[in-house]
């Protein structure tokens, strides 16, 4: 079964920066792309990112809403993405998510609980 | 980017009613599309991937159509437990966007 563990949430000002990490199990990490998703009180949900595995040269992808202040990467050995954020602003308050895409239709099957990052000053 | 309109944003029906919720791609996305169900305070579901598809363990009332530009996901016969919000979601190209949800209600 597909586990995902989101930490690193919590209170930053603006212009801040702070690091999510997500612990997977479950499933060969090093074989799988991961991706994050963010989630506004009230709001939907919005694509933030995404790395591939190394066979894909661990690719990364961004939405132009956090491109140039966001960086995922992975460290394999650990089995853990990680979404570094920078620059933070009030707008990138939200409940972030890590996922992981299915090989089929890039699906996502698993879902962390996620974790809270809240910018104010 | 690929645009994805969700309709409607939200619904009233009744316990046993059949419900459809539609999402159009602003381009072509073959098959490339999935819903998830979200209730209060949780993580997304997945309910059907691929289009059609039905994820395990997800009762058989949800169904999923659609190719290409145009998608429907329906509930054949509303229950209490169904009350949720539902995104659709393409996943042919980065950035994997979402539809903006629909919010079933009871009647």
């Known amino acids: 079964e597909v586990q995902l563990v989101e930490s690193g949430g919590g209170l930053v000002q603006p212009g801040g920066s702070l690091k999510l990490s997500c612990a997977a199990s479950g499933f060969t990490f090093t074989d799988s792309a991961m991706h994050w998703v963010r989630q506004a009180s009230g709001k939907g949900l919005e694509w933030v990112g995404r790395i591939r595995s190394k066979a894909y040269s661990y690719a990364t992808a961004y939405a132009a809403s956090v491109k140039g202040r966001f960086t995922i990467s992975r460290d394999d050995s650990k089995n853990t993405a990680y979404l570094q954020m920078n620059s933070l602003k009030t707008e990138d308050t939200a409940v972030y998510y890590c996922t992981r895409p299915s090989n089929t239709y890039g699906d996502y099957v698993g879902w962390g609980q996620g974790t809270l990052v809240t910018v104010s000053s | 980017d690929i645009q994805m309109t969700q309709s409607p944003s939200s619904l009233s029906a009744s316990v046993g009613d059949r419900v459809s919720i539609t999402c159009r791609a602003s381009q072509s996305i073959s098959s490339y599309l999935n819903w998830y169900q979200q209730k209060p305070g949780k993580a997304p579901k997945l309910l059907i991937y691929g289009a059609s598809s039905l994820q395990s363990g997800v009762p058989s009332r949800f169904s999923g159509s659609g190719f290409g530009t145009d998608f429907t996901l329906t509930i054949s016969s509303l229950e209490t437990e169904d009350l949720a919000t539902y995104y659709c979601?393409?996943?042919?190209?980065?950035?994997?966007?979402f539809g903006q949800g629909t919010k079933p209600e009871i009647k």
């Open positions: 979601q393409q996943s042919y190209s980065t950035p994997y966007t």
